[in-house]
């Protein structure tokens, strides 16, 4: 973090970041975004925006040099961003000096946890086939996706039922894979695919998507739906990587999941490297 706030009036250098860390760069973002609740990218800007507002109100300096210090190349791109996070304009919070947001410095502390173990196991698997139909949706951290329970709805009972009869792969089923997620905030976009390991040929009303070959750590849990599906997610990121040795790869997860009344039974597939 004090790499970052020594470079926020330049390029923050992300790689440099990850190497500080000792992740790469794609876990980095990962565990950045899973343990601050906010995407680094974000987080830089609204610090940003914090030191710029401290300048605008102490009355020192134009605002366009200001502007140009963060990383604005206009008044009108400063203002903008400035008003998106402070509610006001930089012009009138300097000529009344109202009260302004603030992104504080993070910290990260160690809390001891872990009591709870976590069955998990690691899978070594070939590239395979996925076929269904896919969408882009918004993330939603807490209760069910709008986006996703209308896209399986316009699917159709009698489309899912002949895409259940083509799996014929691990984890046998309906299958949700996700990826080339925007970010970690709520309504940013993922793709969404839902769909059933296979080796047959896609029918013509449906797609393919191929999953290289990855290590997997595969991670299952029961209790209430949806709570349970999106608690292992916060998990693995915020427990799990931390106390071991494996780190996140670029790569779509896997979810299968059971539901039996308010009860989900689950597995989480996360490509991994050691």
């Given at each position: 973090?004090?790499?970052?706030?020594?470079?926020?009036?330049r390029d923050?250098?992300?790689?440099?970041?990850?190497?500080i860390?000792?992740s790469s760069?794609?876990?980095?973002?990962?565990m950045f975004?899973?343990?601050?609740g906010?995407?680094?990218?974000?987080y830089?800007?609204?610090?940003?925006l914090?030191?710029?507002?401290?300048?605008v109100?102490?009355?020192?300096g134009?605002?366009?040099?200001?502007?140009?210090?963060?990383?604005y190349g206009?008044?009108?791109a400063f203002?903008?961003?400035?008003?998106?996070m402070?509610?006001?304009?930089?012009?009138?919070?300097r000529r009344?000096?109202?009260?302004?947001?603030?992104?504080?410095?993070?910290?990260?502390?160690?809390?001891?946890?872990?009591?709870?173990s976590?069955?998990?196991r690691?899978?070594?698997r070939?590239?395979?086939?996925?076929?269904?139909?896919?969408?882009?949706v918004?993330?939603?951290?807490?209760?069910?996706?709008?986006?996703?329970?209308?896209?399986?709805?316009?699917?159709?009972?009698?489309?899912?039922?002949r895409?259940?009869?083509?799996?014929?792969?691990?984890?046998?089923?309906?299958?949700?894979?996700?990826?080339n997620q925007?970010?970690?905030e709520?309504?940013?976009?993922?793709?969404?695919?839902?769909?059933?390991?296979?080796s047959?040929e896609?029918p013509?009303d449906?797609?393919?998507?191929?999953?290289?070959?990855?290590?997997?750590?595969?991670?299952?849990?029961?209790?209430p739906?949806?709570?349970?599906?999106?608690?292992?997610?916060?998990d693995?990121?915020?427990?799990?990587?931390?106390?071991?040795s494996?780190?996140?790869?670029?790569?779509?997860?896997m979810?299968?999941?059971?539901?039996?009344?308010?009860?989900?039974?689950?597995e989480?597939?996360?490509?991994v490297?050691?």
């Open positions: 973090m004090a790499h970052i706030e020594d470079n926020l009036d923050v250098d992300v790689k440099q970041l990850a190497r860390a000792g760069e794609y876990h980095f973002r990962r975004s899973a343990l601050a906010i995407p680094l990218s974000e830089v800007r609204r610090r940003r914090t030191r710029a507002a401290s300048e109100l102490s009355g020192h134009s605002l366009l040099d200001i502007a140009v210090r963060w990383g206009s008044n009108e203002a903008r961003a400035f008003k998106g402070h509610g006001i304009g930089p012009q009138e919070a009344t000096g109202r009260a302004l947001q603030s992104q504080q410095v993070l910290r990260f502390k160690l809390i001891v946890e872990g009591s709870a976590m069955e998990y690691i899978v070594e070939d590239a395979f086939r996925v076929v269904g139909r896919g969408t882009r918004p993330l939603v951290h807490l209760g069910m996706n709008p986006a996703i329970v209308e896209f399986v709805k316009g699917i159709g009972m009698p489309t899912l039922s895409m259940k009869e083509l799996a014929d792969g691990e984890p046998g089923g309906i299958v949700a894979l996700t990826g925007e970010g970690n709520e309504g940013d976009h993922l793709d969404y695919f839902h769909g059933v390991v296979t047959r896609a013509e449906m797609e393919t998507v191929t999953v290289p070959k990855h290590t997997w750590a595969v991670f299952r849990s029961e209790g739906f949806p709570e349970t599906i999106q608690f292992m997610w916060r693995v990121y915020t427990q799990w990587f931390p106390s071991n494996y780190e996140s790869v670029e790569g779509p997860s979810l299968h999941t059971e539901i039996d009344g308010d009860v989900a039974r689950a989480l597939w996360v490509p490297t050691s």
